[in-house]
Structure formats: structure tokens, C-alpha cells
């Protein structure tokens, strides 16, 4: 599985963005997916996560603001973020595993190059 993650730029606090990944391959309806960030110094932390079926699951500090969500069809996973804050400035990643509902960066086995996201207070 090859993934492109796309969508980020500059925003200001409050706003929103959308970022999308689009993979290749005809497997990526069985794959978990999930959406990693690293911010500027500090390690990549998990985001959110979607399993084959469509259930999401979130890190506690996105929760009620970023929806994860895929299209099967379009081979396509999307993070849309909402209220955006200044400590969300990273470089966001989405990730395909087959350990669905893992949050953890070693179960994870085809990556993205990333996508910045810059949010100005």
C-alpha cells in the first residue's frame, strides 16, 4: 500500500482544514488507518484511527473537534479538523496497519510522507 496525505497549510485558530489520503492498491477496504502528527520537537503521537468498517477512535485531545472518516470506494481517508488550535501545528501523517484499533506507531506498516499543518494564534 503507497499513501499520499494532502490538504494541510496555514490556517488561523478556529478555523478549519481537511486532509485526505488517498492509497494505492485494491487491499485498503482491510486495512486500520489512522492519522499520526508530529509536532516541532516532539515525537509522532497518534491522532485518530478508522477500522475497515467504517469505527472510529480518537486521541483525548482532538476529541468533539476532528471526525475521521473513509471512503472504500475512493480508496480515501480524510481527518477533518475543526477548531483548530496553535498546539495543533505539525506535520500530520496517515498510516495504514492491519492491527485495526491500534494507536501505537509500531503496528502501523505503510505511511504516508505527511502533510503540514500550520495553525497562527
Known amino acids: 500500500v503507497q499513501l499520499q496525505a494532502s490538504g494541510g497549510g496555514l490556517v488561523q485558530a478556529g478555523g478549519s482544514l481537511r486532509l485526505s489520503c488517498a492509497a494505492s492498491?485494491?487491499?485498503?477496504?482491510?486495512?486500520?488507518m489512522g492519522w499520526f502528527r508530529r509536532a516541532p520537537g516532539k515525537e509522532r503521537e497518534f491522532v485518530a484511527g478508522?477500522?475497515?468498517?467504517?469505527?472510529?477512535y480518537y486521541a483525548d485531545f482532538v476529541k468533539d473537534r476532528f471526525a475521521v472518516s473513509r471512503d472504500n470506494a475512493k480508496n480515501t481517508v480524510y481527518l477533518q479538523m475543526n477548531s483548530l488550535k496553535s498546539e495543533d501545528t505539525a506535520v500530520y501523517y496517515c498510516?495504514?496497519?492491519?492491527?485495526?484499533?491500534?494507536?501505537?506507531?509500531?503496528?502501523?506498516?505503510?505511511w504516508g510522507q505527511g502533510t503540514l499543518v500550520t495553525v497562527s494564534s
Open positions: 498510516a495504514a496497519s492491519t492491527q485495526w484499533g491500534s494507536r501505537r506507531l509500531s503496528d502501523y506498516n505503510y
Open positions: 478508522i477500522r475497515p468498517g467504517g469505527s472510529t
Open positions: 492498491g485494491r487491499t485498503f477496504s482491510s486495512y486500520g
